[in-house]
């Protein structure tokens, strides 16, 4: 049974950073496509940053590049994105997600399977 346990959100001022981490099992990193996906508020789910199965392909949203970077721990089976410089348009749920065809896409549709989210809230 595959499952993803994101954890590491939380509040912080604008400008501050902060960690989100997520943890799978029943799957590995080394054979699907992983991603970080937000949704505020009565506002579709948005993509925010993918890495490939192979770790070579890394692509974020406009919105957070330069700023959000995503990484992964095989070893440890954990996915990470680092969020440096936080807005307060980055409050959401951040949900981590796999994609084990590797579509490369930036639609939720893509991806199968999906962790419960975690909530960033980042005050002005």
């Known amino acids: 049974q595959v499952q993803l346990v994101e954890s590491g959100g939380g509040l912080v001022q604008a400008g501050g950073p902060l960690r989100l981490s997520c943890k799978l099992s029943g799957r590995t990193f080394r054979t699907d496509t992983m991603g970080w996906f937000r949704q505020a508020p009565g506002k579709e789910r948005e993509f925010v940053a993918l890495i490939s199965a192979s770790g070579s392909i890394i692509r974020s949203a406009d919105s957070v590049k330069g700023r959000f970077t995503i990484s992964r721990d095989i070893a440890k089976n954990t996915l990470y994105l680092q969020m440096n410089r936080l807005k307060p348009e980055d409050t959401g749920v951040y949900f981590c997600?796999?994609?084990?065809?590797?579509?490369?896409?930036?639609?939720?549709?893509?991806?199968?399977?999906w962790g419960q989210g975690t909530q960033v809230t980042v005050s002005s």
């Open positions: 997600a796999g994609d084990p065809r590797n579509s490369g896409g930036y639609s939720p549709i893509l991806y199968d399977y």
